[in-house]
């Protein structure tokens, strides 16, 4: 088994859930280019890499399309079984309850539009898996972002008009080994429940025991470049992997960083 991205947050959860696969940086494998000429042709493999700024590919799309679609594809030509990360902002979040696996996408974002195309360069037979507001103990994300801030602040102003299922990347990483055993296509796999990035911090808080208050804001006053689904909840119609709850995850995630 190889692993992609294996220095990201979902590539480390992914490399202590299956320690005997090969897991690959960006050092060892920029997948911009084409695979290493030593690398053989593994069993299968999970494509964590990704360019994953989401405000940055606005200004930059080739860059974010040269990793999220040609390292997609670069990565497809090894002819492999391929597991290809892909996100809630393929859709547009005009729907107001949970998208299921058959809506049809709409990314808003340079970013979410590369990680569409990134799902047509994996190729037919690969698993997408679409999952959503990922947080782990390692890497950069909202968690470790929120513990830091709430640390140093008495007011920390958080968007609570975006909801979302935010998902403990350990518990992706189980369910990536249930899914290898159910046929190919898309999948939506993210946590149970859902919530705005505002109750996020306000649960980080309190799980950490951190006095920081939360200062509910609008997405358009955080005045971020790229565009976000207001509602991004994903479900399985398909019968896919459930994963725990948010705030498992969340208390999970707290504990390893303790
Ligand atoms: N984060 C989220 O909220 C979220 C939500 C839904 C889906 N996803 C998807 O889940 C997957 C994993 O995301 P993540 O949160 O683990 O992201 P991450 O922590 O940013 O990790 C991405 C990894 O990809 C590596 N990478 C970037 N460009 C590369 C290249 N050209 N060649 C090889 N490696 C490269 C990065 O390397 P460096 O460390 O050297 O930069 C990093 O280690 C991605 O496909 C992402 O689109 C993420």
Redesign the pocket.
């Known amino acids: 088994m190889l692993i992609?991205?294996?220095?990201?947050?979902?590539?480390q959860a992914l490399a202590e859930e299956f320690p005997d696969a090969l897991a690959l940086?960006?050092s060892e494998?920029?997948?911009?280019l084409p695979a290493p000429a030593l690398l053989t042709r593994p069993d299968i493999v999970l494509h964590?890499?990704?360019?994953?700024d989401v405000d940055g590919a606005e200004d930059d799309p080739q860059g974010a399309a040269a990793?999220?679609v040609g390292?997609t594809a670069n990565v497809a030509e090894l002819g492999a079984p391929l597991v290809y990360?892909?996100?809630?902002?393929v859709f547009d979040g005009r729907k107001q309850e949970p998208y299921v696996e058959s809506d049809g996408p709409n990314p808003l974002s340079v970013y979410g539009r590369s990680?569409l195309h990134g799902e047509a360069a994996a190729g037919e037979t690969a698993w997408i898996v679409r999952?959503?507001?990922?947080f782990g103990p390692t890497?950069?994300?909202f968690v470790r972002t929120m513990l830091r801030l709430g640390a140093e602040r008495d007011e920390v102003a958080v968007v609570d008009d975006q909801r979302g299922s935010p998902t403990y990347?350990g518990h992706l990483a189980a369910a990536t080994r249930e899914l290898l055993e159910l046929r190919s296509g898309i999948w939506h796999v993210a946590a149970e429940g859902e919530c705005t990035w505002a109750d996020f911090a306000d649960a980080i808080f309190d799980g950490a025991g951190l006095r920081c208050r939360v200062r509910r804001i609008t997405t358009v006053e955080l005045g971020r470049a790229a565009p976000r689904p207001a509602y991004s909840v994903l479900r399985s119609e398909k019968g896919a992997p459930t994963l725990p709850h948010w705030r498992d995850g969340l208390r999970e995630c707290i504990d390893r960083l303790a």
Not at 4 to 11: D, E, P, R, V
Not at 131 to 134: D, F, G, I, K
């Open positions: 992609t991205g294996a220095s990201g947050q979902l590539g940086t960006r494998w920029d997948v911009a964590a890499a990704a360019w994953t990793i999220n390292g990360y892909s996100s809630d902002y990680k999952s959503a507001w990922l890497g950069h994300n990347v």
